[in-house]
Structures are given as C-alpha cells and as structure tokens.
C-alpha cells in the first residue's frame, strides 16, 4: 500500500518536474530525475527516515499540480533581522529578487550572484565545485534538488578577503494563491584565508502549504573560516528538507548553526566531510517545538584525514505534541590518527505527547582518537523548579528561566551581535521569558 | 508566627513525620536537633512545600494563612525562606538574574516598587559584605560548581537579600570552616528582630554558641521527643542521641 502510494508521488513528481524544466538538455539533471525515479521518495521504512515520514508529509499536504501565481508581496522588511548591517538577497518563491536585494560589500571581497547565470557564463570557480562533494546516488531528495533546482545563490569569497558583512538570504514563500514548491541550489566556495559569514533565514505568508527542497554545497579551502546560520522560523506552513554538504580543506574553520524554532516539517542534513589536516568544525543546532511540528536533524561529520577536531551540540525542548529527532554520524577513516571528535544532543520533553528520539552513530577505524558523545532526554529538573520557587519566583518565571538557560548554551556560541540579539529575542519569546 | 498541629507527611509511601507539634513566636530562635533521617530535612521540605512530599494530617498556620494551602513560590512571598541542606546547582541561570527576579517577585507582592539595576546592585552590594561573599562567585551561575561551603553562604546571601519572616537553615554550619561559620551565624544574627523567627537545624552545639537558641528541640523517628532550652544542647553534646532514645522506647 504505502509502497505505492509512494510510488505514485515520486511519478508526480517527476512529471512536475519535466513541465517546469526541460531535464533532457542537461546530462546531470537528466542523470538525477532518473535516479530520483528509480530510488523514489524515502519510503516509512528506510532507515535514515524511519521517524519523519515524507512521502506521508507531502502527499498529505500537496497535490504537486501547478499552483496559480501568487500575489503581490508587500512589506518585505518584516521578515528581515533588525539593525544587522548586512548583503541581502531575497528569493521569493524560490526566485532572485533584484528589487529587494542590496549588496554592499565590494565586489573584490565578496561574489553574489545567481547560481545559474555564474554557470552558464563557465565560471571557473563555480564550474570546479558545483555537484561535485553533494551524493545524489543514495538520497532520492538530492537527486530531485539537482534535476529540478530552478535558482540559487553562488557566493564565492576569493583568497585572503575577510568579509565582515554578513551574507543573508530571505527565503519568502508567498503561498497566497495555493501550495508553493521550491526547489533551490546554492554554492558557496570560501577561498584561501578567507572569511565569511553567511545567514538563510525562512519565511512565508499565505495559508498555504509550501515545501521548500534546498541543497547547499560549501567548499571551505584552507584556513578559511566560515560560519553559516539557518534559522527556521517560520509562522506558516512550512515543510522544508535542507541539504548542507560542507567540504573543508586544512586549517579551516566551520561553524554551522541550526535553529529550529517555528513550522511544520523540517528535516535537515547536514554533512561534514574533513579532508584535511587542522581542521575545526562546530555544529550548533537548537530546536524548540510546539504544536505538531516535526524536525529532524541528521547530521555526518568524516574525519578523513588526521588531527582535526569536530565538535557538536544540539539541544532541543519539546513542547505539546512535537517531535524530535537527531541522529549524528561520525566518521573516522583509518588514517584519521589523533582525530578529536565530540557529540552531545540534550533534550526537555515537556509534555506526555512530546517526543524524541535520538541516535549517535559513530563509526571509528582510526585506533588514536578521542571520541565522546552523550545523549540525554529528560523532564524540567523538578528539584531546581522548586529551588527557584522556594525563593519567590512563581513557577511559569522559574520554567521560563530554566528553559532560557537550557537554550542559552547554544545562544552563547553566537558572536555576530545583532544576530545574537535577534535569535535572543526570538528565542526568549518563544519561552516566554518574562524575567 | 508559626503554629504546627500533629503534622504528619510520607514520602513515596514511606511516612516520616509521625505527627510533629511546634509553636513559633515572632522573635524566637527554635533550634531543631536529632539523629540522622530522624526527618529534620522533611520537616524544613513540608514547611517550604517540596511537592514530592504528601501531607497525611495535621495543620501549619503561619501568620494567620494556612501555610499548606500555597504553592512554595506564594510561600516564599509571604516570608518563609528555606536554607537547604543541599542547595541546588542551576547551569545556565545568572545568580544576579535569579535573585534580582526573586526579590522583585516579592517585593510586588509587598506592594513595593520592583527594584530597579542600580538600587538592586546597591542593595547586593550592602549584602555581599554582610555575609562577606565575593562578587565573582555570584557571577556565575546559580550555584554551579560552587564548593560545599560557597554553597551555604549563598544561601545565607539568599536570605540577607530577601528578608524573610521565618528563616529556616538547614544544617546551614556543616561544610563550613570556622571562618565561615562565623560570618553565615553572624549575618544570621544581624538579621534577627522581635518581627522575624529562624529555625536552625543542625547537629552541633557550635552554631548554637553563635546563634543562640532560645528552644531546642529533638525530632525522632518523625516526632518531636524532647524540647528544652540551650543546655539541652550542650547535654545532647556530651552524652549522644542514646539516652533519650531509650527514654522514648521506654515510654
Ligand atoms: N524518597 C524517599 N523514599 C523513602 N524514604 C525516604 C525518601 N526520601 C527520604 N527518605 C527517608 O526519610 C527519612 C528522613 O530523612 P530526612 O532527610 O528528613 O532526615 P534528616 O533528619 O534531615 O537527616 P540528616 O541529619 O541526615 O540530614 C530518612 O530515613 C530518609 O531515608
Ligand atoms: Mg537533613
């Protein structure tokens, strides 16, 4: 049953797909719907979907037909970080909007431009990295992203330039007129002792469904720094699959930074291959769920080479009838001596209906490494709700508090200010800090 | 102040407090002694209203209110402070924060003006010096990594910061070093007034040379055995529990 019904979606799909673009004129779209046919959308068993069915999701939720333009989409600033200096891009509908972008930042320091056009025009930095770290062979949504993906945003740092204005890209869905499918594709390559900073933030109006499939490639060359952001915070009817695929040379310094606080259906892959030496890479994911939301977090990080260091925490409260979920690979290949690689994931259920479930894999070949990882799901500490209380604090503050500082661990390892002071906010909010 | 009638309490089906009476008045210093598990903690956790513990009878006036009809948080609003035997650690909350919150819950409920940043800080500033606690440690989170006696001047911070009515230590002096123990008795000291009572639990006749009791009690097996004045201390001192557990196995 569920088989087919699968089956018939992944075909839906894939005649979606065939209208919208003309996959036959481009052997590595032609070569990916294919294997998106043959390996079909995950089915309830498979493995790395076993808890976030999303073939169940999308076929409950979209019918796949082609939806009528939306509306105008006024008051674009609302859904932009307050007092952050910073090079916009807004894609509306999965669309670059020239109108509402503004880049600052010179162009020696930093290239913005449109994924396509940059590939089109034979740039050879984008041709040399674009598909090349992401596997489309074992994930059916990579596969649709790379036969399908309309635009995206190639951003190149060239070697040596620090760029201190953040990039950010607004993604609005304007689910006005009906369901609202968006498939992007965006490539970053930060050269030689480069740093950057960049921001994807969701948003959306309208009272419709909308599906967001986004892949992101990343090359970090040596010595760059880079730190990348998501923050999924979005009203409406969000159901999104993100693809982050991280490729970082020696001496090079990630860190990644999820935030899950608002939606319906996330699910986020984010890959970290280490293919070199002095390596530093800091995975940060906070996820704060109510309602029925969904969100996923899946996350590999391959040491490949020797005596770099990984290190990850994601942190998530759930609340009413959400749930979690985490699983985090490590990988350490045989010649990956003195390899450090740390992993925790600490979570709050709040309520009975409130789930999560939480994996590590870690997978070591190497035999001179330091490992760790600690998984812990728990309630609110009962006897610090009563230490708090015993002082005076009623007991909505004294949860609020301690929820605030369960967050804030994650918060703390945010440098950029307004950022800081934006997620704070929302976050805060969102626990409704009063105090 | 403080009116307790044959309170009885279990925990996890275990009942410790087999019908405890005990008469508080404005101004009085109760110490409360007795034999490990004897049910002193429960006694202080029943009166701060720790949920884990069920009343089975009896009554707790304070004040005139029906002290078991609130929630610890309106407990602590009405003045009763808890300085527990084992303080909890809270990652992640600011010790200034928590306290700053505390107070200013309490004071609305006084009808006060909330304080405001720079007369808290005066005022934490006064404390500090009271109970000679060092600013940095109450930078840091709320009792997090605190050693045994940082932990228990906390506490006696804690109190100084919220003027309670009815304080009660629990076993505030053990952890302490000499030093220590001076300061949290003197600053317990300087906190008395005809307008306020404290209930020291502990097993030393040392805090009591300090803070001077003017009741002693002896709680065992859930009941208060014995009561005297402070030379009971001292004879609890020198000759142990034995004596009057056999007077109880006696009677
Ligand atoms: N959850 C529980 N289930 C069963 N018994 C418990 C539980 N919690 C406490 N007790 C018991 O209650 C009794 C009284 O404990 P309490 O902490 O009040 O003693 P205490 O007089 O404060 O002792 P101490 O001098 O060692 O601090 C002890 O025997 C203890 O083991
Ligand atoms: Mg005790």
Redesign the interface.
């Known amino acids: 049953m569920s088989v087919t019904t699968t089956d018939n979606l992944t075909g839906q799909i894939v005649s979606a797909v065939q209208q919208k673009i003309n996959v036959k004129a481009d052997p590595l779209r032609n070569e990916a719907l294919q294997i998106f046919q043959e390996l079909g959308l995950p089915a309830p068993k498979h493995e790395e979907y076993k808890h976030t069915p999303i073939a169940r999701y999308l076929e409950k939720n979209f019918s796949f037909a082609a939806s009528p333009a939306s509306g105008p989409l006024a008051d674009i600033k609302r859904f932009f970080i307050p007092g952050v200096d910073a090079n916009v891009i807004v894609m509306i509908d999965g669309v670059f909007s020239q109108a509402h972008s503004r880049v600052i930042s010179p162009e020696t320091e930093i290239k913005i431009q449109s994924l396509g056009e940059a590939l089109a025009a034979k740039n050879p930095v984008a041709t040399q990295h674009f598909a090349k770290y992401l596997d489309i062979r074992n994930n059916s949504l990579a596969a649709w992203n790379t036969a399908a993906w309309n635009q995206g945003i190639f951003i190149h740092v060239p070697d040596n330039k620090v760029v201190e204005t953040p990039v950010i890209i607004y993604y609005i869905s304007n689910a006005t007129a009906g369901e609202n499918i968006v498939v992007n594709r965006n490539l970053i390559v930060a050269g030689k002792n480069s740093q950057a900073t960049v921001v994807e933030k969701f948003d959306s109006t309208g009272s419709a469904n909308h599906f967001t499939n986004l892949v992101t490639e990343v090359f970090v060359d040596e010595n760059a720094g880079l730190d990348l952001y998501s923050i999924q915070h979005d009203l409406n009817n969000r159901f999104q699959h993100n693809i982050t695929e991280i490729f970082q040379k020696n001496s090079s310094r990630v860190n990644t930074f999820t935030f899950t606080l608002q939606g319906k259906f996330f699910r986020n892959n984010l890959h970290l291959a280490l293919d070199g030496e002095g390596i530093e890479s800091h995975m940060y994911g906070l996820y704060l769920l109510n309602s029925d939301t969904l969100a996923d977090n899946h996350t590999v990080v391959d040491h490949k080479k020797p005596n770099s260091f990984s290190n990850e925490l994601y942190k998530g409260i759930m609340d009413e009838s959400s749930k979690g979920i985490f699983n985090g690979k490590i990988f350490v290949r045989p010649n990956a001596q003195k390899t450090n690689a740390f992993q925790a994931n600490r979570n709050i259920l709040l309520t009975d209906k409130a789930t999560v479930n939480t994996k590590p894999q870690l997978e070591i070949w190497a035999d001179d490494v330091k490992c760790s990882h600690g998984c812990t799901t728990g309630q609110l500490?009962?006897?610090?709700l009563?230490?708090?209380?015993?002082?005076?604090?009623?007991?909505d503050?004294?949860r609020a508090?301690?929820l605030?500082?369960?967050a804030?661990?994650v918060l703390d390892y945010v440098k950029h200010p307004q950022l800081k002071d934006y997620l704070d906010s929302v976050i805060s909010d969102r626990l409704h800090k009063n105090? | 102040m403080l009116s307790i009638k044959n309170l009885q309490a279990k925990i996890d089906d275990k009942q410790i407090l087999n019908g405890i009476n005990l008469e508080i008045k404005a101004g009085e210093v109760h110490a409360i002694m007795g034999p490990n598990g004897s049910g002193k903690s429960t006694l202080a956790s029943v009166l701060a209203g720790r949920e884990e513990y069920e009343v089975l009878g009896g009554e707790v006036e304070f004040l005139g209110k029906d002290l078991l009809a609130l929630e610890p948080d309106e407990r602590a609003r009405e003045g009763v402070f808890l300085a527990f035997q084992y303080p909890v650690e809270i990652p992640g909350v600011s010790t200034i924060n928590f306290m700053k919150t505390a107070l200013n819950q309490i004071r609305t409920h006084r009808g006060q003006q909330p304080l405001d940043a720079v007369s808290f800080l005066g005022l934490m500033k006064e404390k500090m010096k009271l109970v000679e606690i060092d600013q940095s440690l109450l930078n840091r989170a709320l009792n997090e990594g605190f050693s045994g006696g940082e932990k228990k001047r906390n506490e006696i911070f804690q109190m100084a910061m919220l003027e309670p009515k009815l304080a009660i230590l629990d076993e505030t002096d053990s952890g302490l070093d000499i030093d220590a123990l001076k300061i949290v008795a003197n600053g317990v000291n300087k906190l008395r007034s005809k307008n306020n009572a404290v209930i020291v639990v502990t097993h030393y006749q040392r805090l009591l040379e300090y803070i001077v009791p003017d009741f002693v009690h002896v709680l065992y097996k859930g009941k208060i055995v014995k009561s005297g004045t402070k030379e009971l201390a001292l004879e609890l001192e020198a000759k142990g529990y034995d004596w009057i557990k056999d007077e109880v196995s006696v009677a």
């Open positions: 500490d009962e006897e610090a009563f230490y708090l209380q015993s002082r005076g604090i009623n007991k503050t004294a508090m301690m605030y500082a369960f804030g661990e105090f």
